[in-house]
């Protein structure tokens, strides 16, 4: 009875010291950590006219929603990187529970892990805050190919002009939904 006990509080002092961390780091890099509704992931992936077998990566890809909806509706792969460790695991579990373990990578880090995946992406799905797109912009556009969609909710590349728009629902109101190519600077 003790050892289930202690069992308990070291898992619960554990999952307590993960969202502390996780509370810290987002502190640091601020970029609070807030999930998307459904409809507005599934309106972005669709603006960016996501195909069957297209690689999607997710910069900051919290519980991993997009990436399981891109596989599921959409049939595509997709990659995420996620630097809170609760979101990682958060992720990486949901990823296992919709048995989406052989379509969908999880990476632990910084947006600059995902390099190697951001270089033959055809979608890029955003949701960050314009201070955060500001700080990745010319690393991001750097390292994409001419052919990757960028789409981003909600929030906006300032040296670059999108190509679309889209209207959608997201937390309660109407927001916007941007598509990018790195082709398309905008001139000042
Ligand atoms: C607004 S949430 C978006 C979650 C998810 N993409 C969605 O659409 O529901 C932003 C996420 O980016 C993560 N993040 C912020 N800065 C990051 C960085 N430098 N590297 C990796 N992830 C980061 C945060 O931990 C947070 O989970």
Same mark, same amino acid.
């Given at each position: 009875?003790?050892?289930?006990?202690?069992?308990?509080?070291?898992?619960?002092?554990?999952?307590?010291?993960?969202?502390?961390?996780?509370?810290?780091?987002?502190?640091?890099?601020?970029?609070?950590?807030?999930?998307?509704?459904?409809?507005?992931? #599934?309106? /972005?992936?669709?603006?960016?006219?996501?195909?069957?077998?297209?690689?999607?990566?997710?910069?900051?890809? @919290?519980?991993?929603?997009?990436? +399981?909806?891109? /596989?599921?509706?959409?049939?595509?792969? @997709?990659?995420?990187? #996620?630097?809170?460790?609760?979101?990682?695991?958060?992720? =990486?579990? =949901?990823?296992?529970?919709?048995? #989406? =373990?052989?379509? *969908?990578?999880? +990476?632990?880090?910084?947006?600059?892990?995902? #390099?190697?995946?951001?270089?033959?992406?055809?979608?890029?799905?955003?949701?960050?805050?314009?201070?955060?797109?500001?700080? *990745?912009?010319?690393?991001?556009?750097?390292? *994409?190919?001419?052919?990757?969609?960028?789409?981003?909710?909600?929030?906006?590349?300032?040296?670059? %002009?999108?190509?679309?728009?889209?209207?959608?629902?997201?937390?309660?109101?109407?927001?916007?939904?941007?598509?990018? %190519?790195?082709?398309?600077?905008?001139?000042?």
């Amino acid at each position: 009875m003790i050892i289930i006990f202690n069992v308990f509080v070291f898992l619960f002092v554990l999952v307590l010291l993960f969202w502390l961390l996780s509370v810290l780091l987002m502190t640091i890099f601020s970029s609070p950590t807030v999930y998307a509704n459904d409809q507005a992931v #599934e309106d /972005s992936l669709k603006l960016a006219n996501l195909k069957k077998g297209e690689l999607v990566v997710d910069l900051g890809c @919290g519980n991993a929603k997009s990436l +399981i909806l891109a /596989s599921k509706k959409f049939g595509a792969k @997709g990659v995420g990187v #996620e630097i809170s460790p609760y979101c990682y695991f958060l992720a =990486r579990w =949901r990823v296992f529970l919709y048995g #989406e =373990r052989k379509n *969908i990578k999880i +990476i632990f880090g910084d947006f600059k892990k995902a #390099e190697p995946y951001l270089k033959k992406a055809d979608v890029v799905y955003l949701y960050l805050l314009n201070s955060t797109l500001k700080n *990745i912009e010319s690393w991001l556009f750097n390292i *994409i190919s001419k052919k990757t969609r960028v789409v981003s909710l909600a929030f906006v590349f300032p040296g670059h %002009r999108p190509i679309k728009t889209a209207k959608t629902f997201n937390l309660s109101k109407n927001t916007n939904i941007r598509l990018y %190519r790195s082709s398309i600077i905008r001139h000042k």
